[in-house]
């Protein structure tokens, strides 16, 4: 369950530095009741950006794997002789 900490409480930076660093997940920082922002830790950043490059890196698996399927393929010589004329190589 997320970690909600009303705006107000920001006042004791030191308070609020520690609830983020110990959260295993974003904080979320209301206003008014409604939400205004997120502050995370390092660690929850860093495993949100490796979330997301997986994430990314499994897409483009998929598309080769479809590509491949449908046949979009070519023979590698035939292909570097094509990148290499492009690019005056």
Known sequence: MAICVPMRELKNTAEFTEAVCSADEPVVVTKNGREAFVS???????????????????RAVDRAEADIAAGHTAEAHASNATARARHGL
């Not at 390092?42 to 997986?54: C, F, H, I, P």
């Open 40 to 58: 995370m830790s390092m660690g929850v950043y860093e495993s949100l950006r490796l979330e997301a490059a997986r994430a990314e890196l499994y």
